[in-house]
């Protein structure tokens, strides 16, 4: 492990010295950022791998509606952080990296800090049935890093699509108001490719498959300074991980 640990080390420190201009512009301009080829390309199979082994033996089928995001739903199939963990030679070393923090810190100009609440660290999910969908909703924290292996063609869902800076209010979310009134956002991140966007405040959804295909991801949460210290509370995901474990 010690010699994997290096290659992404180096790998992103790569990025933080060739690549961090060009995303800190993209990130000020639209709150959402692509670092492309996230991975060497040996780390990015051997996670797909460990991934669609995962997902074939333990994944767990979501048909949900969620109340704290303004009754959108959520239909897909998810591994959690514990089930990662522990069936991943790689994916704890990448969120403890600090040069992955320092690739951030770079990008958003502000100091970046590992998530506070562990099941938030690093989840997954598959979207891999029409109508499959992740329904409009923002993150307890700041930032959401999303790290894509398979990806349907832009026309036919599976892209990101998000209204930036309007901060959610957990009493009154009035998605359908903030959709219409939009601009919505589309971003149809490449296979291989980790899009860092301010999650927090911005409206943000996968947009539904129109036929049976993939979108495979892992969402990695980091935390900004606000979030050390305010109360940060959790039902969306305890919602969505408390449901039935049905395939």
């Not at 030679?89 to 969120?95: A, C, D, K, Q, T």
């Not at 409009?136 to 832009?154: E, G, N, Q, R």
């Not at 699509?161 to 998605?175: A, G, L, Q, S, T």
Request: proline share 5%; net charge negative; charged share 30%.
């Amino acid at each position: 492990m010690a010699d994997m640990d290096d290659l992404i080390d180096r790998h992103l420190r790569w990025q933080l010295e060739h690549a961090s201009s060009a995303l800190r512009k993209s990130y000020e301009e639209s709150d959402y950022a692509e670092i492309t080829d996230f991975m060497p390309d040996c780390v990015h199979r051997l996670v797909l791998d460990e991934l669609e082994s995962m997902f074939l033996s333990q994944a767990k089928r979501r048909d949900l509606i969620i109340r704290q995001s303004g009754n959108t739903p959520r239909k897909f199939s998810n591994l959690d952080r514990d089930t990662l963990r522990a069936g991943s030679r790689v994916l704890p070393s990448i969120f403890r990296s600090d040069a992955l923090i320092s690739l951030l810190e770079q990008i958003v100009g502000s100091p970046v800090h590992r998530v506070p609440y562990v099941p938030e660290e690093y989840i997954a999910a598959r979207l891999h049935k029409a109508g499959d969908v992740h329904g409009w909703h923002w993150d307890d924290y700041t930032w959401a890093l999303v790290w894509i292996f398979k990806m349907p063609d832009a026309e036919n869902g599976g892209s990101v699509e998000y209204i930036k800076r309007v901060p959610w209010n957990r009493d009154d979310p009035r998605v359908g108001e903030l959709v219409e009134a939009g601009p919505v956002i589309r971003r149809h991140p490449k296979v291989g490719s980790a899009y860092l966007l301010k999650a927090d405040t911005a409206l943000h959804r996968v947009a539904p498959l129109t036929y049976d295909a993939e979108r495979m991801m892992i969402c990695f949460t980091f935390a900004g300074e606000d979030d050390l210290t305010r109360e940060v509370t959790h039902e969306s995901m305890e919602a969505l991980f408390s449901a039935s474990d049905a395939r």
